[in-house]
Each structure stands twice: as structure tokens, then as C-alpha cells.
């Protein structure tokens, strides 16, 4: 019990000091602070990126770990998985390049 009434303190305690420093970062009215929108558009655009290349490797994984083990997740419906995060990949990626 103790242990995770310290671990909810700290959580606590960093989310009071992460979000003045987020709050300065992200404008949500108008144009906000010069530059600002810039910011926004370049987290977006690796948010979209690397979110897509992820998506297409654990793609890639759902293929190519073997699926001998009925225990695991994957064994039976790999071909899907691969498929849905595939098509979530081209979404992000293709995202990204019309951003």
C-alpha cells in the first residue's frame, strides 16, 4: 500500500511541473506566440511519421515471428493483424506527406 501511494505522488507531482512547461509550448488560441504554429505542424508531422513507421514495423513483425505458440496472441489471427496495422501505417504515412 505504501508503495503505490508514493507512486501516485509522484505521478501527481509530475504532472504539476510538466504542465506549465507544456502549457507555453502550445498555443490554442488564434496564432498565439510567434513560431508557434510551426511547432505545432512540426510535432504533428513527427507524430504522424514516426507513428506510421512504427505502425508498418510491427506490420512487418505480426508477419514474421513465428506462430507456433498457441499461448500467443498473434498465433491465429496474424494475416488480420497485419493487415489492420498496415493499412494504419499508409493512413499516417500518407498523412504526413500531405501535411
Not at 507512486?7 to 509550448?25: C, V
Not at 508531422?45 to 508477419?63: D, Y
Request: aromatic share 10%; proline share 3%.
Amino acid at each position: 500500500m505504501r508503495g503505490s501511494t508514493q507512486a501516485l505522488l509522484a505521478l501527481a507531482m509530475l504532472a504539476l511541473f510538466a504542465d506549465p512547461a507544456l502549457a507555453n509550448k502550445f498555443e490554442t488560441i488564434s496564432g498565439g506566440v510567434s513560431g508557434s504554429f510551426r511547432l505545432k505542424r512540426a510535432f504533428v508531422e513527427q507524430m504522424l511519421l514516426w507513428g506510421g513507421v512504427g505502425f508498418m514495423v510491427t506490420s512487418v513483425l505480426a508477419i514474421v515471428v513465428p506462430h507456433t505458440n498457441p499461448a500467443f496472441l498473434n498465433y491465429a489471427n496474424w494475416r488480420l493483424s497485419a493487415i489492420v496495422l498496415a493499412v494504419i501505417g499508409c493512413i499516417l504515412l500518407v498523412s504526413y506527406l500531405l501535411l
